[in-house]
């Protein structure tokens, strides 16, 4: 019985990193889900401050990388009243450690007109203080398929 016992701390002990590794990938992809949501309700005020302060931008529809606070504002100045909307679709979540995660995936933005643009995303989500937010956003258009 003693030795069960034994066995039962050693499991334990070793599921609960996995356990803090698997919270720290919610913990992120909720922020893009709120990243998705003031991306749809156009407040770009909202969006820009779920980014660090130093924060880094590949938009999908820019040729150059904005970083910090003030770039990528500049890009997301467009976004309100604009009616743009974002449709998340296929996504993973990778813990990078306790306080990092990454989420790839796909998804699709719809101007107020209906054209409809599908891209790829790539979101770094870090832990400053008591929050999440994205360290760096990669976007790009959606490739078409190969032959």
Do not use: C
């Not at 040729?63 to 910090?68: D, E, K, Q, V, Y």
């Not at 990778?94 to 891209?119: C, N």
């Amino acid at each position: 019985m003693l030795r069960l016992v034994q066995y039962f701390f050693v499991g334990l002990v070793v599921l609960l990193p996995a356990q803090a590794l698997a919270g720290s990938a919610e913990e992120a992809s909720a922020v893009i889900d709120r990243w998705a949501a003031g991306f749809n309700a156009n407040d770009a005020a909202a969006v820009v401050k779920l980014y660090t302060a130093d924060g880094l931008l590949h938009g999908t529809s820019s040729p150059t990388l904005n970083a910090g606070t003030s770039a990528i504002g500049e890009y997301f100045k467009v976004l309100p009243g604009s009616g743009n909307k974002v449709t998340i679709g296929e996504r993973h979540m990778v813990a990078l450690g306790d306080a990092a995660a990454m989420g790839v995936g796909f998804y699709e933005f719809k101007s107020a007109q209906g054209a409809s643009r599908p891209a790829r995303f790539t979101f770094v989500v870090v832990k400053r203080g008591a929050d999440w937010l994205i360290a760096h956003h990669h976007s790009s258009m959606l490739p078409a398929a190969r032959p």
